[in-house]
């Protein structure tokens, strides 16, 4: 079993966590679809700590003697979810805005040619 | 009224000439702005040849990043009223005129094509039905507005809203959420009863997959936008 003061400890974190991602939401500094997956974890967190028979279970299946260590494994599991989803996230936008790019530069050209042409003509 | 039909168009080449020409000859006193949302089928190829009125995304944005770029047109162009409707044939044109004459009234801020009002035509699924009665009720309790058919993307706006929505748009699975906008800014909304046709080509943009993220998006999406003008509607 995880010692009480430490669920309470963690209980603390989890509300603050929540309060956080809600704040930021609420400012509109963080776009909902990228947060979905930090409510998760968060959800999942909330549900180790207020069931800790439901750790126990999953750090046995997994083979891991101390609970601890469990918990331990498992932020550890939610942190690399979350910096994967964080890396393609990023990787589509790369590509994103390298379509932006090479769109605008073709557009360019052609405001360019279009000017000309309209400068032969008056000239 | 001056008037702007927004269609957003994502890979609707077998659609969006049907829609487009019927536009043109029966309903001329309406201009179109076709919004090509980084289509990889062949819609933009369509819209030159046939010289509609288009505007081509290089980049796919989602329905609701298409429509966004729809108001912001209507705004820069001085557009009264904004409708917006579906590239694929599902919103019938001619109930355009009805729903601007409330909009012209001054009776409603929004007018939304609804298919429940008078449950005539083309009603979903029922499991979509369930879907859209829960969304109806989270916007009763979150904004005290009910809305039957809030998931409609047949929606007319005044100018007001056109700009409000040019720059506050939100991105995916919008419309519910648009509503929330409308509501939370005192905005009036009134349902107009329309017939709407089931698609005849293509898929619906919301797979059964899809779903259940769905319905989790926008409910937390709906309550955030609903708690983020909290404060401030009650500084008024």
Known sequence: ?123 | MKCLIIIPAYNEAENIEKVVDNLISNFPQFDYIIINDGSNDNTKEICREKQYHVLNLPINMGIGGAVQTGYRYARDNEYEAAVQIDGDGQHDVAYLEGMLEVLEKGQADAVIGSRFVDKEGFQSSRLRRVGIRFLSNLGKLLTGVRVKDITSGYRVVNRRFIEIFAEDYPADYPEPEALVIVAVHGGKIVEYPVIMRERENGESSITLKKSIYYMCKVTLAMSIRRLSFGVRRKKK
């Open chain 1, 1 to 123: 079993m995880i010692p009480s003061t430490l669920r309470i400890t963690l209980c603390v974190a989890v509300i603050c966590y929540f309060v956080l991602i809600l704040y930021y939401l609420k400012k509109r500094m963080l776009e909902l679809k990228y947060t979905l997956i930090w409510l998760v974890a968060g959800v999942v967190m909330g549900v180790m700590i207020f069931f800790p028979e439901l750790l126990v279970v999953f750090v046995k299946m997994l083979g891991i003697e101390s609970n601890m260590n469990g918990l331990y494994v498992l932020c550890f599991a939610f942190t690399i979810a979350i910096l994967m989803t964080l890396t393609s996230i990023v990787s589509r936008q790369t590509m994103k805005i390298k379509i932006l790019i090479q769109e605008l530069s073709m557009m360019e050209k052609r405001i360019r040619e279009l000017e000309e042409q309209n400068n032969e003509k008056q000239g």
